[in-house]
């Protein structure tokens, strides 16, 4: 069954639903509110689906929060929303994007992400409280560098 998403800017109101959403996917909501100028959501008639942000540190971004409601998975939503974030990252002048994950390395890698040593990440990025407080020694850093892509023709 197809089903049509709409992907718009996140919404104060939206916020209990999105904590709905990391929680359910095991992660934090800590942070959302102080970045909300910088996430989605995916929405279908009035419920939401997803969510993807990034925090902007100058030429670096952190991409986190990327969840899809466990119904909605399996049908792209999740590529979908990181297509818009990484858009709007370019458009904010992010030349690197990280992340951290413990379960979707695969997911990233095919999205050009690399993985990368933690002690790799440029200070902005380790001074985070995903970084430093929130997500585990045993998550995987991973990078994608526009502009390295761009020069490179991807």
Not at 29 to 55: C, D, P, Y
Not at 71 to 82: N, P
Not at 106 to 121: C, D, E, L, T, W
């Amino acid at each position: 069954m197809f089903v049509n998403y709409t992907i718009r800017s996140a919404r104060p109101a939206d916020e209990p639903e999105i904590e709905r959403l990391l929680t359910a996917s095991s992660l934090t909501f800590e942070g959302v509110s102080a970045h909300l100028e910088m996430f989605w959501v995916a929405q279908t008639g009035e419920r939401l689906a997803g969510v993807a942000g990034i925090e902007c540190y100058e030429a670096d971004g952190l991409l986190r929060s990327v969840a899809v409601k466990a119904s909605d998975r399996r049908k792209g939503l999740g590529a979908q929303l990181c297509d818009v974030v990484e858009t709007q990252a370019k458009l904010a002048g992010i030349r690197r994007l990280f992340l951290l994950t413990e379960s979707a390395e695969a997911f990233f890698a095919a999205r050009h992400y690399h993985k990368i040593a933690r002690n790799q990440a440029p200070v902005s990025i380790q001074s985070t409280d995903q970084f430093c407080r929130l997500c585990p020694d045993a998550a995987v850093l991973m990078c994608r560098d526009f502009n390295a892509q761009a020069s490179a023709g991807a």
